[in-house]
């Protein structure tokens, strides 16, 4: 039996602990830290326990520059975020963190750059003795103050060899560009300014910050005697320098004034992020981007802008087809960008203008993004374009069916997998028969020409007894005639006149499958099954004199539903008598 343990032994033993991690901890860095994360959570003489062996081991000395900063780090992370909730209750009272604080202090490093790091290394971090971050105008106020002091200090020691070291181990160069741009003005401006447009992603962040905190302190002003003196000089600088002012439109107003060259630069590095909710000029920029080539950065601004009151639509819309048809035939670097929620969004609103930008025009994008529109994806033009156009049908077909002479069949690729899915989704989902009129009825000429054709194409295309056997299934959701005969004498006829046992296996397996899941009581034996078998030998004897070949498909159905009945009468009979478990 086990005995209950009370809170003096649970306390006791929770002090042995700490004591032997203490030991263990000996010089090993990583093992402080974890201690000190959790240095909060112990009782008061657990937590001095583990400050004295700490501050003991730091008197003589036991710690390299490195761990010494690391510890720092640690502390000075958990003092701040303590004095900032002060008034929680897991928070440590001031007389504990007094007590860490002393540790903190001995630890701080003595280079400025060591010491304010931490301030470049989050976007909001915890200050110390300072407003709490809730406090948003305040909080933003009093951390550029931090940063910006932090920075003129850095400079003062190291100039700006550590301004660029700052830089480099902070999370956003950004960050350290206005407060450079805030502790020094101009003093560094004519070596930041080059940096401008160039490859490495920190220099370029560390000039942009700067450039755009200097143009929110300064204007215009500022970014003219740049541009018509020597400080920016070629069409890189020129236009990544307008970029940062954020000023739309007029930012690209005076790049057109400066020329092509600059202009161009200037809509390579333009990002349609950040404009806000209330940006006007969603299609100006649209077509700027696509101009310089970036349909996918177009189009990913156009998902954002398509459903603003005031948005015009139809313009967009275009916009986005064209750039889609173009990216099926550019690289696109920036595709990446482009997410399956944003493009099945683009379809929609596609579909909402079909009769502006043309049902077949949306149908052959929607089979040129089918992997992009996801699993399961419902294009709603396909249907039609199926009907319609052989010559697509046989594409679809392709996609998820090898040649039959083929005798290697290769590991397909991701991209082929998922258009093979969605390919053999829509072909079971195909429901429109080629000829199908405006009321339904089928023109009987006109699928027949279709049949032919797609039948020549696809014995081109070496796919001509699996294509054959979609073409049957699809015939299988034809209408009845008007007197209740089905199928319809369309169908019947071209059932006919092929004389094709393939398209003839088709129609059967789609009639099969469409009667899609049963249900039915254990009790419930074959009545379901007996139903469908009369119905299909009844449409198969008014069909038998002129339309043999169909009726003796149907005549199949009934036979086989007659067989599936009497298998569920005798697994009905079973469990009635108690012989099925």
């Not at 004034?257 to 806000?276: T, Y």
């Amino acid at each position: 039996m086990f005995t209950s343990l009370t809170w003096t032994e649970y306390y006791n033993v929770v002090s042995e602990v700490v004591v032997r991690l203490v030991e263990d901890a000996g010089a090993n860095i990583d093992r402080w830290i974890e201690l000190l994360k959790r240095v909060s959570d112990l009782t008061p003489g657990d937590r001095q326990v583990v400050l004295t062996a700490l501050k003991q081991r730091i008197e003589a000395d036991g710690f390299d520059d490195g761990g010494r900063v690391k510890i720092w780090e640690e502390l000075r992370a958990q003092i701040a975020q303590h004095r900032e909730f002060a008034t929680a209750k897991w928070a440590l009272s001031q007389e504990e963190l007094a007590k860490i604080d002393e540790i903190c202090v001995a630890l701080q490093p003595s280079a400025p750059l060591q010491r304010h790091v931490w301030l470049f290394q989050s976007w909001r971090p915890p200050l110390p003795d300072r407003v709490p971050r809730s406090d948003h105008p305040a909080y933003d106020s009093a951390l550029d103050e931090c940063r910006k002091e932090a920075v003129a200090e850095i400079d003062s020691s190291g100039g700006l060899d550590a301004l660029y070291q700052l830089a480099r181990e902070a999370t956003e160069a950004w960050w350290v560009g206005i407060a450079i741009a805030d502790a020094t003005g101009d003093k560094y401006r004519d070596q930041l300014l080059p940096l401008l447009g160039v490859e490495s992603a920190t220099q370029a962040d560390l000039s942009g910050g700067y450039v755009a905190r200097q143009f929110r302190q300064a204007g215009w002003q500022w970014i003219d005697s740049l541009i018509d003196g020597t400080a920016a000089t070629n069409a890189t600088q020129r236009g990544t320098l307008l970029l940062k002012t954020s000023d739309h439109p007029r930012s690209w107003q005076r790049a057109d004034q400066l020329g092509e060259d600059v202009a161009q630069e200037f809509w390579k590095r333009f990002q349609p992020v950040g404009l806000g909710h209330d940006f006007p000029h969603a299609v100006y920029v649209a077509e700027r981007l696509m101009g310089a080539g970036r349909n996918a950065a177009a189009l990913f601004l156009i998902e954002l802008y398509m459903k603003r009151d005031d948005a015009d639509v139809g313009r967009l819309l275009e916009l986005a087809a064209s750039a889609l048809e173009t990216l099926l035939i550019t690289e696109d670097p920036e595709i990446g960008s482009l997410r399956q929620y944003g493009f099945r969004q683009l379809f929609d609103l596609f579909y909402d203008h079909r009769e502006a930008l043309g049902w077949e025009r949306i149908a052959r994008l929607e089979w040129a993004y089918l992997p992009a529109l996801g699993f399961q994806a419902r294009p709603k033009m396909l249907n039609d374009l199926l009907a319609r156009d052989e010559t697509f049908f046989v594409t679809v077909v392709s996609a998820i069916c090898w040649p039959a002479s083929a005798k290697e069949r290769p590991a397909a690729s991701a991209e082929q997998t998922s258009r093979a899915t969605n390919a053999y989704t829509l072909l079971s989902e195909w429901s429109v028969l080629p000829g199908t009129q405006a009321d339904g009825s089928i023109d009987s000429a006109a699928l027949q020409e279709w049949v032919l054709r797609a039948s020549n194409a696809l014995r081109e295309a070496d796919r001509l007894t699996i294509g054959l056997q979609q073409i049957g299934q699809v015939l299988a959701k034809a209408p009845a005639d008007g007197d209740g005969t089905w199928p319809c004498t369309s169908v019947r006829d071209l059932l006919e006149a092929q004389c094709n046992k393939q398209l003839e296996k088709g129609f059967y397996i789609g009639t099969y499958n469409k009667r899609g899941v049963v249900s039915r009581s254990l009790d419930g034996g074959g009545i379901q099954e007996r139903v469908l078998a009369a119905k299909y030998r009844t449409d198969a004897s008014v069909c038998a004199d002129q339309w043999p070949r169909t009726a003796a498909v149907l005549r199949a159905l009934a036979d086989d539903y007659d067989r599936e009945g009497r298998r569920e009468d005798g697994s009905a009979e079973r469990f009635l008598g108690g012989l099925d478990e």
